[in-house]
T-cell receptor, first 114, second 110 residues
Framework: DAGITQSPRHKVTETGTPVTLRCHQT?????MYWYRQDPGHGLRLIHY???????DKGEVSDGYSVSRSKTEDFLLTLESATSSQTSVYFC?????????????FGDGTRLSIL | RKEVEQDPGPFNVPEGATVAFNCTYS??????FFWYRQDCRKEPKLLMS???SGNEDGRFTAQLNRASQYISLLIRDSKLSDSATYLC???????????FGKGTTLSVSS
């Protein structure tokens, strides 16, 4: 939907290793978001971007960093992965406005930290 | 009150039934409301926006009650393919993000 591609789709790694997830969009949307989804918690916002090199923290940003060097790419990095970061990660985009427009999601990345 | 609250269900209904979900929100200043649908192990997909006057899309009707701070989703003539989790979504107090409810699970059986 909305030309959003997440990579990798699945990843298993060990505690303490760095992990980078990539979100690529072809819609030229200004706003991009990273969420995690866990049982009992629903979708929670990690970080978001409102333009190239413009990012801000969401509800659960500790342990995560992001970068956006191009309109189409938004990277999420776990500097030193922990087991609590095992989750499903979704990227989303919207064309305008932080919250007055619906967001469209990528297929998700299933990340397991052992 | 939590920012967005939904009855988790599950709602188990037969084909052809009418089912309604409610969602309450805490921010009286919220201006944006949506319903998303999420199938098992898939991404959330926009089902419909919710407008102040209420709106309908085929078998789906969304209503907004600002005074009581709740939104509803009515599904008529349920189909097997309607089985999914329905997420209520409202913008946050600062107007900078969308807050997703934990979802209501619907199971339609034949």
């Amino acid at each position: 939907d909305a030309g959003i591609t997440q990579s990798p789709r699945h990843k298993v790694t060990e505690t303490g290793t760095p992990v980078t997830l990539r979100c690529h969009q072809t819609e030229n949307h200004r706003y991009m978001y990273w969420y995690r989804q866990d049982p009992g918690h629903g979708l929670r916002l990690i970080h978001y971007s409102y333009g190239v090199k413009d990012t801000d923290k969401g509800e659960v940003s500790d342990g995560y960093s992001v970068s956006r060097s191009k309109t189409e790419d938004f990277l999420l990095t776990l500097e030193s992965a922990t087991s609590s970061q095992t989750s499903v990660y979704f990227c989303a985009t919207s064309g305008q406005g932080y919250s007055n427009q619906p967001q469209h999601f990528g297929d998700g990345t299933r990340l397991s930290i052992l | 009150r939590k920012e967005v609250e939904q009855d988790p269900g599950p709602f188990n209904v037969p084909e052809g039934a009418t089912v309604a979900f409610n969602c309450t929100y805490s921010n009286s200043a919220s201006q944006s409301f949506f319903w998303y649908r999420q199938d098992c192990r898939k991404e959330p997909k926009l089902l419909m926006s919710v407008y102040s006057s209420g709106n309908e899309d085929g078998r789906f009707t969304a209503q907004l009650n600002r005074a009581s701070q709740y939104i509803s989703l009515l599904i008529r003539d349920s189909k097997l393919s309607d089985s999914a989790t329905y997420l209520c979504v409202v913008n946050n107090q600062a107007g900078t993000a969308l807050i997703f409810g934990k979802g209501t699970t619907l199971s339609v059986s034949s």
